[in-house]
C-alpha cells in the first residue's frame, strides 16, 4: 500500500498510470474514500519479515451486501506484489487448504508468493465505496502458470477450493481470472487459449457456480522477451462468451513500468498493484 499522500502525489504525476488511478481517485471512490485507503502504514521488508499472524473469522453467515470473489491466474493475480496490505475495512481471506475464513493480510492464503496482493485493496476500495458491507477473498494463483498447466497439473487446487467452498456454505458471486504473461513467451495461439480457458472456466459451472467469469487481457512481462502477446490478448478477447457468462476485465498491460518492479518488468510495485486493483474495481457490480 502507498504509505504517504506525497507519495500518492507523485505517483499520480505518471501519464500511465493516471489513467488507471483515475477510477480510484474518480468516480469509483468518493468523497474521503481514496484519503482513507492511502494513510500511513507499516512498510514491510519482504525478504525479512514472516507472514503475518492469521486472525480467524466466522465465514458464515454472508448477506446480500457480501462479495465473495475468487481470484485465479498466475503471479500478478497472486502475492507478488513489492509491498504487502493489511485489509482496513471488513475483508476476510478464505484459505482453501484449511477451509476457513481470516482477516485479509498480504501474503494471502491460497496464492503462492510472499508479497502483496491487489484482491487486498480491491477488497477495501469495494467497502470505501460502497457497494459492499463485507468481501471474501478466494486465492488461488499460481506463479509463472501457463493455461494449460492450470487446466492440468494445477487442476486440483481448483477441483480443492471449490470443495471446500461447498462445505463452508460459501457460494462465489465473482470470478476473476488474471493471466496470459506464461502463454505470452510460449507459443499458444489464439484458438489454443479460447479452448483452454473455456474449459477452465466449465470447471466452475459443473460446481455449480454460475457467477460472472472476468478475464483481464495481461500478457505483459519483461523479465523474459514475450514473443506472442498480440496472439495471447487476441485469444482474451476471443474467450468472451455469453452463453459461459465470461465477460471481459480490466487490460491489465496498460500498466506499464512505472507500475512495475525495476527488476523483471513484470510483477507490480506499490503503485501498479492500486492500480491493478482500481483496473479491477470497475468491473466490480
Request: proline fraction near 5%; include cysteine; glycine fraction near 10%.
Amino acid at each position: 500500500m502507498i504509505g504517504q499522500t506525497a507519495s500518492f502525489r507523485a505517483v499520480l504525476e505518471n501519464a500511465p498510470l493516471r489513467r488507471s488511478l483515475a477510477f480510484l481517485i474518480g468516480g469509483l471512490l468518493i468523497g474521503g474514500i481514496a484519503g482513507k485507503l492511502l494513510m500511513p502504514g507499516a512498510r514491510v521488508d519482504l525478504a525479512e519479515v514472516p507472514p503475518p499472524a492469521r486472525i480467524e473469522r466466522f465465514c458464515l453467515p454472508v448477506s446480500e451486501r457480501t462479495a465473495v470473489i475468487v481470484v485465479h491466474g498466475q503471479s500478478n493475480a497472486g502475492n507478488y506484489g513489492s509491498t504487502r496490505h493489511t485489509a482496513r475495512e471488513a475483508v476476510d481471506n478464505f484459505d482453501p487448504a484449511t477451509g476457513k475464513c481470516f482477516a485479509a493480510a498480504d501474503p494471502l492464503l491460497g496464492a503462492d508468493g510472499a508479497g502483496g496482493s491487489f484482491a487486498t485493496p480491491l477488497g477495501d476500495i469495494l467497502i470505501q465505496a460502497g457497494r459492499y458491507d463485507r468481501v471474501i477473498l478466494v486465492p488461488l494463483a499460481v506463479g509463472g502458470a501457463s493455461l494449460s498447466v492450470l487446466n492440468n497439473e494445477g487442476a486440483e487446487l481448483l477441483t480443492n477450493a471449490i470443495s471446500k467452498l461447498k462445505a463452508a456454505g460459501l457460494t462465489p458471486t465473482h470470478l476473476l481470472f488474471q493471466q496470459g504473461e506464461k502463454d505470452a513467451m510460449l507459443t499458444t495461439s489464439a484458438e489454443q487459449y479460447v479452448v483452454q480457458l473455456h474449459q477452465l472456466v466449465k470447471r466452475f459451472r459443473a460446481a455449480g457456480f454460475d457467477a460472472p467469469f472476468y478475464l483481464s487481457r495481461s500478457t505483459k512481462c519483461d523479465s523474459v522477451a514475450p514473443k506472442n502477446m498480440a496472439a495471447v490478448r487476441a485469444g482474451q478477447l476471443s474467450a468472451i462468451d455469453e452463453a459461459l457468462n465470461i465477460r471481459q476485465g480490466p487490460d491489465t498491460d496498460t500498466i506499464g513500468n512505472e507500475g512495475r518492479n525495476p527488476s523483471d518488468g513484470c510483477h507490480m510495485n506499490e503503485a501498479g498493484t492500486l492500480a491493478n486493483a482500481a483496473l479491477w474495481a470497475a468491473f466490480i457490480k
